[in-house]
């Protein structure tokens, strides 16, 4: 069964598995708005550089970046990914460097979800190596119990708890980015 079929329905199916809505697309737009309105009050008068961690975070940030309403500039890199399988595999490798020269730059790194927390780890010390003059984080998820290494989130959609989810950015083996509203896995209880 797809996933794009049943895209408006509270019960998605990908990869032969039962996934029910967590988040819906209000919630998730109202949240992103207050996060979008926290960064122009908090960089007011600068330019940031928001780099977005691909595949993940392409749907969050458009939607970050249209209710920013200061001056920005954005850019990409890419980790690999988990694969097809639902558990971190612990290991990060960039297969795409960012192109902006942020030396002297305001940046903010804008994950989709952190989970263990090594990729934002990786990405932190990575953007560190090119001297920006601030680097701070954004992440629309946050699975605090999975976190093994604290890294400093300073803009945080939702606090979840250990549940593997999709959609709005979110895969599982590639399928799922496609869905405007953030499903769990069946059987496991929103917090
Ligand atoms: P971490 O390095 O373990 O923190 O994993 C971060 C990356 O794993 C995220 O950028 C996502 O690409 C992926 N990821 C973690 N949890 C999930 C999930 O529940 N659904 C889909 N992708 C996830």
Same mark, same amino acid.
């Given at each position: 069964?797809?996933?794009?079929?049943? !895209?408006?329905?509270?019960?998605?199916?990908?990869?032969?598995?039962?996934?029910?809505?967590?988040?819906?697309?209000?919630?998730?737009?109202?949240?992103? !708005?207050?996060?979008?309105?926290?960064?122009?009050?908090?960089?007011?008068?600068?330019?940031?550089?928001?780099?977005?961690?691909?595949?993940?975070?392409?749907m969050f940030?458009?939607?970050?970046?249209?209710?920013?309403?200061?001056?920005?500039?954005?850019?990409?890199?890419?980790?690999?990914?988990?694969?097809?399988?639902?558990?971190?595999?612990?290991v990060?490798?960039?297969?795409?460097?960012?192109?902006?020269?942020?030396?002297?730059?305001?940046?903010?790194?804008?994950e989709?979800?952190?989970?263990?927390?090594?990729?934002m780890?990786?990405?932190?010390?990575?953007?560190s190596?090119?001297?920006?003059?601030s680097?701070r984080? !954004?992440?629309?998820?946050?699975k605090?119990?999975?976190?093994?290494?604290?890294?400093?989130?300073?803009?945080?959609?939702?606090?979840?708890?250990?549940?593997?989810?999709?959609?709005?950015?979110?895969d599982?083996?590639?399928?799922?980015?496609n869905?405007?509203?953030?499903y769990?896995?069946?059987?496991?209880?929103?917090q």
């Open positions: 069964m797809s996933t794009s079929n049943l !895209a408006k329905s509270d019960i998605v199916y990908c990869r032969g598995e039962k996934f029910r809505l967590y988040l819906d697309r209000e919630t998730i737009a109202n949240r992103v !708005a207050e996060l979008g309105a926290r960064i122009s009050a908090d960089y007011e008068g600068r330019v940031p550089v928001l780099i977005g961690v691909l595949n993940g975070s392409f940030l458009a939607d970050l970046l249209r209710s920013i309403e200061i001056e920005c500039e954005v850019d990409f890199l890419k980790l690999s990914s988990y694969g097809a399988s639902k558990i971190s595999s612990g990060v490798r960039e297969l795409k460097k960012i192109d902006a020269d942020i030396e002297g730059r305001d940046v903010i790194i804008v989709d979800i952190v989970d263990t927390g090594l990729s780890q990786f990405i932190v010390d990575r953007i190596e090119d001297n920006p003059s680097v984080t !954004a992440t629309l998820l946050h605090h119990e999975a976190t093994r290494v604290e890294s400093q989130l300073d803009y945080v959609g939702f606090r979840i708890k250990n549940l593997f989810v999709i959609g709005y950015g979110l599982y083996g590639q399928l799922a980015r869905l405007d509203q953030i769990i896995l069946d059987g496991e209880e929103p």
